[in-house]
């Protein structure tokens, strides 16, 4: 197995840290706890991302429109954590997006991922219509501190509920914001805000260093019903 010295991201010049190396789960745990993340370009080698501009999202910030609520409400969704990764990260896959041809998510990423979920450390939530799996989203966790990935919808705002739900779940573990990568239209009118790289990079360590266990006994978490809507409180959709 290749290993990726990955250098420390405040030394880079501009978003890309690395360029190549061997995409396998034990390279993407390293990546994410530095605060690196891969993001394939079409024709080129893998390349490996720190943004010199890092978007985020503090739970205390966070502004659930009152239309979210009401569809919250509304919907007779259930939900669950880490029950069908592989058919999630899959769906990010092939869904269609706006303005973007394609997808990032390559089979070699699929796999990737897989092994590292399987390995504990990539987790999902699943959005559930009855048995039907009609949304959801994956992200790993970079030791404390939750980096999303992708999401997914097959009936509407299944992939914010996903959101919601993840975010409820982080904070029963302690956690306090979210790594969301780049700024999107949706973060954004949640609440989330871009802060510069060293200052993503301090905040990264200071969680780690709370040693949180955000996943553990994860199946003993009784996080399967329809979430409550709390009035207090894409990445790439």
Known sequence: MS????????????????????????NLLRAYR??????????????WFCP??????????????RSLRQIRRREPFHFTIDRDFPAV???CAQIERRDEAGTW????????????????????????????LVGGLYGVDAGGAFAGESMFYLRPSASKLALLH?????????????DVQVMTP????????AIPRD??????????????KLFEDVADVEFKKKCEPRMDTNWHE
């Not at 530095?34 to 390349?47: A, H, N, Q, V």
């Open 105 to 132: 998510i390559t089979p070699q990423m699929i796999r990737a991922y897989g092994e590292l979920h399987r390995a504990g450390h990539a987790h999902s939530v699943e959005v559930w219509a009855g048995d039907q």
């Open 3 to 26: 290993l990726i010295q990955f250098p420390d991201p405040r030394e880079a010049y501009a978003d890309i840290v690395v360029i190549g190396g061997a995409l396998t789960a034990e």
């Open 34 to 47: 530095r605060g690196i993340f891969p993001w394939p370009i079409e024709g080129w080698p893998l390349t």
């Open 166 to 178: 993840l975010i409820d779940y982080l904070q029963s573990r302690g956690a306090q914001w979210l």
């Open 89 to 91: 990260i899959r769906h």
């Open 199 to 212: 200052e993503f990079l301090d905040k990264l360590a200071a969680t780690q260093a709370r040693g949180l």
């Open 52 to 65: 010199e501009e890092r978007a985020i999202l503090e739970f205390k910030d966070l502004h659930v429109p």
């Open 186 to 193: 949706h973060m954004a009118a949640l609440g989330a805000q």
